[in-house]
C-alpha cells in the first residue's frame, strides 16, 4: 500500500489553517450572539480548531527541536538527496 504525503507548503500551512479557522469561527460566534444555538457552536468548534493548530504547531517545534538535538535533521532539510 502506497504512502501518501502532502506537498510542504500544504503541510506546514496546515496548523496556520486550523488557527485562523478558528479565529473566524470565533468572530462568527461574537457575531451572531443573537442566534444562540449557531452563536455557541460556532464557538466551541473555533476554540477547538484554534486549539488543535496550536498543538500541532507545538508538537512539530518540539519534534524538530529533538531531532535537531541528537544530530538526525537531514530529513527536514529544503534539499532532498537520496
Given at each position: 500500500m502506497e504512502r501518501r504525503h502532502l506537498s510542504r507548503p500544504v503541510y506546514e500551512g496546515l496548523p496556520w489553517f486550523y488557527?485562523?479557522?478558528?479565529?473566524?469561527?470565533?468572530?462568527?460566534?461574537?457575531?451572531?450572539?443573537?442566534?444562540?444555538?449557531?452563536?455557541?457552536a460556532a464557538g466551541v468548534l473555533g476554540l477547538a480548531a484554534l486549539l488543535y493548530g496550536m498543538v500541532v504547531l507545538l508538537r512539530r517545534r518540539d519534534y524538530r527541536a529533538m531531532r535537531s538535538q541528537y544530530g538526525n535533521s537531514d530529513s527536514l532539510s529544503d534539499d532532498e538527496s537520496a
Open positions: 488557527m485562523g479557522f478558528g479565529l473566524l469561527a470565533l468572530l462568527a460566534s461574537y457575531l451572531l450572539a443573537a442566534h444562540w444555538a449557531v452563536s455557541h
